[in-house]
């Protein structure tokens, strides 16, 4: 049997034409409405599954046109994040046969299908399912930039997050390594091209550099609801930063920032000198700031793709303290009453500093002069 998957984000069509080819169905999958209706003439599925929310053509658009203007009643699923019950009401109102709400697992999905086209689930048609797989309602992009991370990659970990989590794309950025980093980051995305990609920079420009590279080449793809940046290490646990997505997807911010300040039930470790160190310059960059918040270089940060270009377009003037850069570009473009509105900082459950940072403690006494440089220059 036939199925025409319509999503303008290629990460969900992708999921879902994996995940019904190994149902055994023949597949074809459109990223607009107006290409899928032109697939519908040709491929003639047996049913349908499309978005509401996409650009141009919209998939009560495509309803319209299969169940008006070519009066079929091909089966159709309509696979959506949007919850307005006026929408669902009228996707039915045109005759569709189900509605399901993202976020939603796969397996479920399948059945739907399964019960929309009558088919029983019979053992020998079934493929062991891999657990926990969801399609979100948005589309994230994650940078993490990486110079000499060969032993400290955890591979298995950021395979089994994007395999779970199919509404990510994780892209690793080479910032210049001179061991083998890269070698083990082109290892890493084999077998999970659509959710893993590598962007090389051939000469070392820093971190600050490697993460305005890599959030400028995610921009470009404009299946990304929200782009942000995670460090390598992963000292901020995929489950928090998975938190601080469900928070910018249920509000107005436009950045949700993690924060590492220790709280009752935390897991959250520091080296005890790099803990004063950490305060003393923390106080000093709500001084520069002149906002309240309390951690501004924790390296986990997601925000609306909408502020990729008012703060990463031009280079940052440090290397280490982009981050307070960003709050100040934040507070140069909107103005601090409203920046401090537009930003979320919000704690981690789990944070550990993990060992082999490349900051050293001399690192650490040249950050006062950069915030110096960065009072000054954005004064």
Known sequence: MKILAIDDQQLILLSIEKKLTESGFDVCISDSGDKGIVLYDQFKPDLVIVDINMPGMSGLDVVKHIRLNKADETPILILSGNTDEQVIIDGFDLGINDYMKKPVSLNEMAARVDRILGIRNLPERRIPAKTNQMLQQYCVGIVIPCYNEEERLTSAAFQEFANENLGYHLCFVNDGSTDNTLEVLNKLKEGNEDRISVYNCEKNGGKAEAVRQGMKHLAKDKQFDYLGYLDADLSTDFRDFDELVRTLENSDFKIVSGSRISRMGANITKESARKIISKTINMIIQTILGMPFKDTQCGAKIMTRDMVEPIFEDKFITRWLFDVEIFMRM?????????????????????????GSKLSMKDSVKIVGQLGQIALYYK
Not at 331 to 355: S, V
């Open 331 to 355: 507070k140069g473009f909107y103005g601090k009453e409203k920046a401090k509105n537009l930003i979320c900082e919000q704690p981690l459950k789990r944070w550990i500093h993990a060992d």
